[in-house]
């Protein structure tokens, strides 16, 4: 079985073939980017994206992404560590503190901005209401998104 | 470690290549069992910094990183004494093989404990390379000038401290009986280039790429997964068990059992969690788990009514018969910390050549005692063991005990190969040492002049920093006889009495305890705000003024952070009509630390909600060694009160616990949280004070206040719902 993720064809060994793709990507390909917290698809810090579409890695069965494209927070930067706006934004802000949950609220961000390039609060809120952060960094997420969102429009 | 001399030691930790190395004598050895407590700030503790051959100074971060950031803040203040820039500097943190013990990472200490020795150990490099550059130059060394990286003199001779150490290893011992040399960090008519500074966290870059950096992401060879069951608390024995299904599970490599232990290793997770469903246990308790057993051992009312409580903190013509103006009991819920990553911990056995007989990663706020009690467990010699600490995906006084570490330990020991045991989000809650429930009854009274004339604060509270299973069984009683000073956080109070007393007694419950931030600070204060606030109001005064005139005088700062925090909140109108309120709370966590916060709520008829809609905090921890980490932390508290005020409840029932996930267990999601203002009030000439868990004694007060001026309700029990307020709920 192979997926395709970040761009390059991974094999999935048969091992892991009745695994989540979270442990897969974690566990058996080595990108632990992306976090186990609740398993239950309530916290968003395993949120990648699948074909596009920013889903919880800890629910879905690897099996069903089979030929599907998987995007993780590990494709976010350029190879040459260029930062992602968002990333960027990110640092900007200083937005982590422990930062467990942060590669999920910046795939779910990501998300976000291609669907509404330019936010508000209630935007935000809405779109980032299925990502918990215990830290309580929401109000910096806030601020980033919108930062990032004006650097991605200049740049448009 | 003990057997090696201090140089020996440095050099075959492979910390010491060269340079110069500052180290602090460690004197004190920790208890086996005991939380580590070694403080570096007399005479115990260690800190390290040195400046290797090629000029470049590195430091061992002394404090366990979760979110915190304080060992940026220590950087910042190595980076003052040594003129460098606080990016050039690379931390390292140790292995409990790279160092002596260092005291566990908790109660906002770090700064405060930490601040000092580590000024003082680069100070003491930079004069021992001032004095090396005076050699060198052949100057006396007062004509040796600071430069950035090095020295200068008035004829512009420069050296940077490349030029200063070479390959030959030195190192300088603390000697308390020196006067220490200037320390820049603490000088208040300095201009400082990196103490103040609002530095970006050293860890920033790796959070933001999904680089490696907690327990569970560690990369290992050959690596097993593990889990074992839990008990709802840990005194609990297994009454029934049957594992006959787990045989079966494909993937399973070993059922491990040992007394109470139970667990399972397997090729996979999801061998795993398939195992650890076909195990059913049933647990033999001590005591009935329900909240009704709660209240009933923490009846504030029915103790008080049988005299005096256990301890009485403090007292002054203390009169129980006065003319009440307030009467109020308060009621404060169980929380649980729900840091975001369920703790995970990865243990490997090597054979008798290696040098480490057991390797444990693990995120943890105490290294040494996993160490330690790794090694209590496998019958190794401490040295035999070393832990390579993680970040944690949030701590909040949490992790500070062998636990997940136990499980990876055990079932690697069995099956002779690594094993990570990836704890689920429902051990979490089930093994949450939590927040006790506390009542509160507040008694005050005011003279002719509206002036307090009587405080009288009782509370019942679980124990916190002595509960059960924390310490072991023997030492427990011994400890107990003194306060615990986790129900004691709290307790004094800001406002001027004449007649004075507060009284707790602190108590078993049935269900596992320990550190919450800002322990019993929040819930002792979120009381005494409110009932501060409700006498204000009715003696028809503004509350924050009142509070204010019933300092006395006698707390300048926290008055200072009162006043200003009614600027800032007062810059953004409360919108006219029904529902919206704003209120205000302070107090001073540790003695040190001076925290007012305001909020704002909405309570919408409409939509039958209570929404925090804004909120300001003003601190004064002392030195503001970096602005933006203060006011970070200032934003997690508020977070954190809003769920302590309005969400957040650790369920139990049926024997058991009941909050098992993000779904029966609510915390704040974006929506909930406010937009927030901060403002810092800076003291120079102060040492630092910590800031992890100030805010949240102020904040649950606020919102409450905030709820009493939008509805006319006066909560009495949290958290606070809006049924309460249509209800008119009581304690």
Excluded at chain 1, 25 to 48: D, K, N
Excluded at chain 1, 102 to 118: D, K, V, W
């Amino acid at each position: 079985m192979r997926l395709k993720v970040n761009g390059d064809m991974r094999d999935v060994a048969e091992d892991w073939q009745d695994e989540n793709l979270l442990v897969v990507l974690r566990e058996h390909l080595g990108l632990v980017g992306s976090r186990f917290s609740c398993g239950i698809g309530q916290c968003g810090a395993c949120v990648v994206h699948v074909d596009g579409e920013p889903v919880s890695s800890c629910l879905v069965p690897v099996s069903d992404i089979e030929n599907k494209e998987v995007l993780t927070v590990e494709s976010l930067a350029d190879a040459d560590g260029t930062l992602h706006p968002l990333q960027q934004a990110w640092l900007d802000e200083n937005v982590p503190q422990c930062g467990y949950c942060q590669s999920g609220q910046l795939m779910q961000a990501l998300s976000l901005l291609q669907r509404n390039p330019n936010p508000n609060d209630a935007d935000i809120d809405t779109a980032m209401s299925g990502h918990l952060c215990r830290c309580g960094t929401y109000d910096r997420i806030r601020k980033a998104i919108k930062r990032a969102a004006l650097t991605m429009q200049e740049a448009s | 470690m003990a057997k090696l001399s201090r140089r020996n030691f440095l050099i075959a930790t492979g910390w010491v290549a060269g340079g110069v190395t500052v180290l602090y004598a460690m004197r004190n050895r920790a208890l086996t069992v005991a939380p580590t407590i070694i403080f570096p700030n007399s005479a115990s503790g260690i800190t390290w910094v040195q400046i290797r051959p090629d000029g470049k100074c590195m430091m061992y971060f002394s404090r366990m990183e979760m979110g915190q950031n304080s060992n940026t803040g220590l950087a910042q203040i190595v980076a003052e004494e040594l003129n460098i820039n606080i990016e050039d500097i690379e931390g390292v943190t140790p292995s409990t093989s790279d160092v002596p013990p260092i005291a566990v990472t908790a109660g906002s200490m770090s700064m405060t404990a930490f601040s000092h020795p580590t000024a003082a150990a680069a100070a003491m490099l930079r004069e021992t390379l001032r004095a090396r550059a005076a050699t060198k130059l052949n100057k006396s060394v007062d004509l040796i000038l600071d430069a950035p990286g090095g020295f200068t003199t008035a004829e512009n001779q420069q050296l940077v401290y490349a030029d200063l150490v070479d390959d030959t290893p030195a190192m300088i011992e603390f000697d308390e009986s020196k006067p220490l040399p200037a320390l820049y960090t603490f000088d208040k008519t300095r201009a400082k280039k990196q103490v103040g500074r609002a530095t970006r966290p050293l860890d920033m870059q790796k959070l933001i790429t999904g680089a490696p950096v907690y327990a569970a992401d560690v990369p290992m060879d050959g690596v097993l997964y593990g889990r074992a069951i839990k008990p709802p608390v840990r005194n609990a024995r297994i009454d029934t068990l049957d594992t006959s299904g787990v045989e079966g599970v494909k993937g399973l490599i070993k059922l491990v059992r040992e007394d109470e232990f139970v667990g399972v290793v397997c090729k996979t997770p999801s061998a795993v969690d398939a195992a650890m469903d076909q195990i059913n246990v049933t647990w033999k308790l001590e005591q009935p788990i329900n909240d009704d057993e709660i209240a009933k051992i923490i009846d504030v009312d029915a103790r008080m009514a049988e005299g005096d409580l256990e301890h009485i903190f403090e007292e002054t013509d203390h009169r129980k018969d006065a003319d009440w103006h307030i009467d109020l009991r308060f009621d404060v819920q169980n929380q649980s910390h729900a840091m975001q990553e369920p703790r995970a911990a990865i243990a490997r056995f090597n054979p008798s050549t290696a040098a480490h007989r057991l390797e444990i990663w693990t995120g943890t706020q105490d290294p040494w005692a996993m160490k330690r009690l790794a090694a209590l467990d496998t019958g190794l010699d401490e040295d035999e063991v070393v832990v390579y600490p993680q970040r944690m995906g949030g701590g909040f006084g949490g992790r500070e005990h062998y636990e997940v570490e136990m499980d990876a330990v055990r079932l690697a020991r069995v099956v002779k190969r690594p094993v990570k045991v990836q704890w689920v989000r429902a051990d979490e809650f089930m093994c949450s040492r939590s927040r006790p429930a506390s009542a509160h009854r507040i008694r005050l009274a005011a003279d002719e002049k509206g002036n307090l004339s009587d405080w009288w604060h009782g509370y019942v509270t679980g124990h916190i920093v002595l509960a059960r299973e924390r310490l072991p069984g023997w030492l427990l009683p011994l400890m107990r006889l003194g306060e615990d000073i986790g129900t004691v956080r709290g307790a004094v109070t800001p406002y001027a009495a004449p007649h004075h007393r507060v009284e707790f007694s602190d108590v078993d419950l049935p269900i596992d305890l320990g550190v919450w931030r800002s322990l019993n600070a929040g819930p002792a204060v979120f009381a005494r705000e409110s009932a501060v606030d409700e006498l204000a109001l009715q003696l028809g005064r503004d509350p924050v003024d009142y509070k204010i005139e019933q300092m006395a005088g006698n707390h300048p700062r926290l008055q200072a952070c009162l006043e200003r925090v009614r600027e800032l909140a007062e810059k953004r109108p409360l919108p006219k009509g029904k529902g919206y309120g704003r209120g205000y709370a302070c107090g001073i966590y540790e003695h040190r630390c001076n925290v007012a916060a305001s909020a704002d709520v909405f309570v919408d008829e409409k939509t039958q909600t209570i929404k925090v809609t804004h909120m300001c905090c003003v601190e004064d921890v002392g030195l503001a060694v970096n602005p933006d980490q203060l006011r970070a932390q200032m934003e997690s508290n508020i977070a954190w009160s809003v769920g302590m005020a309005l969400m957040e409840k650790y369920e139990i029932g049926d024997d058991t616990i009941q909050s098992s996930n993000f779904d029966n267990y609510t915390i704040p999601r974006m929506a909930d949280m406010p937009s927030v203002d901060t403002d810092i009030i800076d003291q120079p000439g102060l040492p630092p004070a910590g800031a992890g868990e100030v805010a949240l004694i102020a904040g649950p007060g606020a919102i409450a206040n905030a709820i009493r001026q939008a509805t006319g309700y006066r909560a009495l029990s949290l958290p606070i719902s809006y049924d309460d307020i249509k209800t008119g709920k009581k304690a």
